[in-house]
């Protein structure tokens, strides 16, 4: 007898559906697939639920949506049950909330911990997707839908001479679970996107010196976190459904004030007292003072100068302050940062800024590490580079689909998918939050929660019709490709080197990944699709060309 994944003589464990990753989007897909009587299994190389939630622990790590938005909304019981101490929720309670949900939808008993999938083809024979591990186990299933994120993929600190540094060194994306003491030391951090934005703070308050390295400076706005009020709570969840549903159709995916107004139809005065009034409320309300901040440079500047003059006034040291302030990039183009004391960290004795931007890292020495114009000595070094996000966590798995073809050569130039849900050649595969859909632009979790069910919606579909293989259209995938790249460059977003465009990695294409449609027009269309029959998708059976 074989166990469920073969191990004893090779045989395979088969399912309807195998899905890989057990973040919020993977525990979602196995509850749906369970509520449809599939038999679903969820492999994922971590020990344990919660994604990106399991893997970030650095210091200061929270959510930037607000916390009763960025939380599962699909179970009333739940929402009301839970109790969120925070505006900004910080890693460890959205790790007991995702272990709570695991324990709640008993979902640990179909997940695989510590399972890495390194393959998957599609056996078009048996209508099977084969999935293969780092230990050689094979999983099988009918559908194989990939939850493994948008940013599960830490950047490599991909620097000569890291091997010969005598301290230890982190990446934040990667954080050791019993955490990390930095007390008395002297620390390095480089980056300055988000991840380093929130831990920069809280290692200042342990270590005897932290030097941060800068390449960009990046724009950070006020999280003004806050313990959230009983009054407050009350009023959300009593009306909770109602909360929600706004969300879904939202730009966004989350309650937050939209913009009714040009940057162009309002006096100076107007402008500085709304932007005034929106940083006073803080996050991502100040990206949306203007209904074209995102489309329009003169407006967008309008903001620029204003969060520039913000960073003037909360640094100190009028140099530092001029480092600080982001010049090559429109506002919000690079993921805006929402930041708890982040600038007046720099006022510390203890914290310095190296500026990278004329005078890169060369390698790191034992000692510490050297740019191309000084040597500096440190205990620890903490790499805040980032991911290879979107498309790195399906490529970092050989995908072969129709006929041997292989995913990492089609997206030779970029990804080529239908709705950033089905990539044609590639049957019965699903990516959650795949690129082009808005996945990284909105709230994660109402982009999650919209995907998962309209997976599970289609899963149900071919069920009930008898159908067993769905593949999207080779021409619905080239139009939605050509919409999504033309969507975007009606915005300023392709203007800054951001991960959005791949322009943090070496090598990678220079597209646009996520689409920037808004959440709420995507989510029509994805209904209209399935209510037109999955239009741009080829139904069929197994046995019968699809
Ligand atoms: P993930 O949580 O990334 O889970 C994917 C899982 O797949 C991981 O557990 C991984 O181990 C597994 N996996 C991947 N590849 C494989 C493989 N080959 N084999 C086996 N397992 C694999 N979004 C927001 O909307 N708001 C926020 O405030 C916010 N904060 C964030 C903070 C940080 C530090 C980071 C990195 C991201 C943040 N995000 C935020 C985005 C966040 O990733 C999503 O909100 C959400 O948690 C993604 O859930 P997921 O299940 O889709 O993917
Ligand atoms: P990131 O935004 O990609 O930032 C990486 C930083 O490292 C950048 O400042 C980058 O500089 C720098 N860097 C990369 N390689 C470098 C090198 N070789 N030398 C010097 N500097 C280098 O990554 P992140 O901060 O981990 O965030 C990724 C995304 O995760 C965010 O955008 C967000 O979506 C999500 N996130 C959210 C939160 C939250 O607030 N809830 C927290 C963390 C992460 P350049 O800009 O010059 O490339």
Redesign the pocket.
Known sequence: MADQAGNENREEAQFDVVIVGAGFSGMYMLHKCRGLGLRAVVLDAASDVGGTWYW?RYPG????IHSMDYSYSFDEDLQQEWEWSERYSPQPEILSYVEHVAERFDLRRDIRFDTTVVAASYDEDANLWHLETSTGETWSGTYCVLAVGC?SVP?KPD?DGLDQFKGPWYH??LWPHEGVDFTGLDVAV???????I?SIPQIAKQARHLTV????P?FAVPAWNRKLGEEEVREIKENYTAYREYARWSESGYNGEEAHESGHDVSENRRISELERRWAVGGFTVLSTFSDVGSDLEVNEMVADFARDKIRQRVDDPEVAELLCPKNHPFGT??L??DIDYYETYNLPNVSLVN?SDA??EAITPDGLKTTEKAYSFDAIVF????DAMTGPLLNIDIKGRGGQSLREKWVDGPQTYLGLGVAGFPNMFTVTGPQSPS?LTNMMSAIEQHVEWISDCLGYMKDQNLDCIEAAEEAERDWVKHNLEVADTTLYPQA?S?YVGA?MEGKPRVFYPYVGGFGEYRKKCDAIAAEGYRGFELGSAGQQA
């Open positions: 970030n790590a929270r959510c930037d940013l950047q620097f934040t994306g480089v980056g300055t996107g988000s991840s380093a929130q390295f800068q390449r960009t990046n690079k993921r940062c929402v990278l890169p890292i805040a580079i980032g991911f990284v080197d991960w943090n």
